[in-house]
């Protein structure tokens, strides 16, 4: 398994930064006013702002976790965005009825996706990665 593990973290940091990447982009622009309108429509406060930093951290940091550059920080970053996105978004406990399968479901996915990035931000990026390069 042992030479398994630079792969795989690779791979992995490949798959996570295929979710945060996309979605950090698709608000910029056109998209910017529609996911601060979601953050107000949740009682949140300074919705810009926190669409600025979903930005930042969903595309800034998915890129970090890409190319593996400080990683665990970014990773950890991630993390506590993603918890805090289960948390406030995906409130299942809050919804009418209909609406508590697939909230407790996304909810669900947001968990797993922050313990896998705690994981990431535990171990770091691997040795194929910048920062795997800058220990050498």
């Known amino acids: 398994m042992t030479a398994l593990q ?5 791979i992995g940091r490949l798959l996570i930064a295929y979710l945060f990447i996309p979605a950090g ?3 910029i622009g056109a998209g910017f006013a529609g996911t601060a309108g979601y953050i107000a429509s949740k009682g949140l406060p300074l919705p810009e702002a926190g669409a600025a930093l979903a930005i930042i951290v969903e595309l800034g940091c998915g890129l970090m976790v890409l190319v593996g550059l400080k990683t665990r920080w970014a990773a950890l970053a991630l993390a506590l965005f993603t918890l805090a996105s289960a948390i406030f978004f995906h409130n299942f406990w809050a919804v009418p009825e209909a609406q508590q399968m697939v909230q407790k479901l996304m909810f669900n996915k947001n968990i797993a996706i ?3 990035l705690l994981i990431l931000a535990a171990f770091g990026a691997g040795a194929f990665s910048l920062d795997g390069r800058n220990k050498r």
């Not at 630079?6 to 690779?10: E, F, T, V």
């Open 25 to 27: 982009w698709g608000k």
């Open 114 to 116: 922050t313990g896998g």
């Open 6 to 10: 630079n792969p795989l973290a690779l």
